[in-house]
């Protein structure tokens, strides 16, 4: 059946919704012939009299019917509307929000018209056309409305079948974090609604075909509340377990996924049973250890690669595409490190490393850097790679003279000292490696020069050298630069000019090689 509907679903279009219409209209028009095929065991009447009052009930069902279409129709318009428009993503939510809540708004606010319009006037219809007591209306009505709860419940399951294609269908065009709850009938009450009606259907229905031919209408009414009294007390308990039998398990899970979405990715539903529920509670668990091992390799993964690294691998694949940008990079390297772990420890060694670099990547995160890359003592930070900052040299700058104060506060009674270089320039970024290992980092020659400036720092005794091409970058609130001349970077043919800023660590100290340079101030 599933797919049959899936089928004319694709086929009808907006054409579809015509068979909930059909479907309510013919099944509506049998629920009423037989009962007034049953209600005629204990009315007796002729074959002339018979269809007489099939076609009199007939047609005030299906005028009341074709007030509950109007009104369905209405209700359902935004789901008809998306359909017909050709499935537009923008109004999908709207149409969700229709087609779920469509089943229950529909039987919950035209409830009341079968009553109206087709089980009161035919009450009356029947106490005239036979004669009967005035009561008689009132218990005609009181077996009308279990037929109208009957063709209620009919109505209700098949509209949820016949939107389920169509459900299906508007998932696929939600936002991936589309969140609205669901604003239908409860488990609980589709059970406490269906299960006892069906009791009293039966009863009735049993009662009528077990009479010898001597029941009254009298006899109908004293059925309807016999059923009724059964289905509500000795048939209650029963109901109920039914109902717990199934709720419980699915209430464990709800709460379950409540504390997931709640980031307690360590709570287990008890499998209790073998049915399909009990199968259900053992995949969600099996899903949740899967999250679980996910969410210590994707803290794993993070701890090695840059949060904005990470993201993008996550978003894109493992294979981020090399794409040209401008940007500026900046080493970072700690001076005369070599030595200091020749005397100390390996412990000690890798403990200082640590604590600068703790110092170190926060600051660069800060500034919308990242950390790309760690070269033994030294540090490779990218602005303008990840995130696309029109003012990375400014980020770059103030993340190097903040990182310069930060050591200087924190190590400078340990007599760590650092350089720091910085250059803009045009770089490729992307995912570089082979055989199963890769690593998204920058390359071109921005990058090797900023390591050679870093290098010139020990010549110059600045902290912080940048190049010309990262100070024709900054705009008019970078700080006072002081010129340290132009020198011969290895690898350049042509002597590349370095600034230093004024207010940085070592940033008034010049070797004396400097000093013999002009200094400028920009």
Known sequence: MSR????????????????????????????????????????????????????????????????????????GWPVIRWVAAGRPDETAAEAWRAAVA????????????????????????????????????????????????????????????????VLRDIVRRLPDRFDAVPAGVSLRWKLLGSLPLINVITGVVVSGLSTTGSASLTDLGLDVIVAVGVAFTLSLELTLMVTRSVLRPVRELLDATERVARGDLGVRVPVLS?????????????????????????????SYVAPGVAERVLEEGEQLEGEKLDATAMFVDVRDFTAFAERASAEEAVARLNAFFDVVVPIVD???????????????????????????????????????????????????????????????????GGGGRLEFTVIGDAVNVAARVEQATRELGDTILLTHATRRRLTAGAPRLVARGAIELRGKSAPISLFAPVSSPGGAKASSRAAERPKVET
């Not at 089928?7 to 907006?14: D, I, M, Q, V």
């Not at 049998?30 to 099939?54: E, K, N, R, T």
């Not at 899903?287 to 993070?302: D, I």
């Not at 104060?405 to 320039?425: C, H, P, Q, Y």
């Open 4 to 75: 049959l509907l899936d089928w004319l679903y694709r086929r009808l279009g907006a054409w579809y919704f015509l068979l909930h219409i059909v479907f309510d209209a013919a099944t509506t028009a049998l629920v009423c012939l037989g009962a007034i095929g049953l209600m005629s065991i204990y009315q007796p009447m002729s074959v002339g009299a018979f269809w007489v009052v099939v076609g009199f009930s007939e047609a005030v069902v299906m005028i009341a019917y074709a007030v509950v279409a109007a009104r369905g129709i209405k209700l």
């Open 102 to 165: 469509f089943p229950r708004v529909a039987i919950a606010e035209g409830g009341w018209v079968p009553f109206v319009l087709a089980v009161a006037p035919l009450g009356v219809f029947l106490t005239l056309r036979f004669d009967l007591p005035w009561y008689s209306a009132g218990i005609i009505s009181a077996a009308g409305l279990v037929a109208i709860a009957y063709a209620g419940i009919l109505s209700f399951f098949a509209a949820e079948s016949l939107l389920r294609p």
């Open 274 to 302: 073998g049915d399909e529920l009990g199968r259900l509670a053992s995949s969600f668990n099996a899903m949740l250890t899967g999250l679980q091992e996910r969410e210590k390799l994707q803290s794993a993964f993070g």
């Open 366 to 432: 800060r500034h919308g850097g990242h950390a790309n890359k760690f070269i033994g003592d030294g540090l490779l930070a990218v602005f303008g790679a990840l995130e696309r900052h029109p003012d990375h040299a400014d980020r770059a700058l103030r993340a190097a003279c903040e990182i310069a104060a930060a050591v200087e506060a924190r190590f400078s009674a340990a007599g760590v000292r650092i350089g720091i270089g910085l250059n803009s320039g045009e770089v490729v970024a992307g995912s570089v």
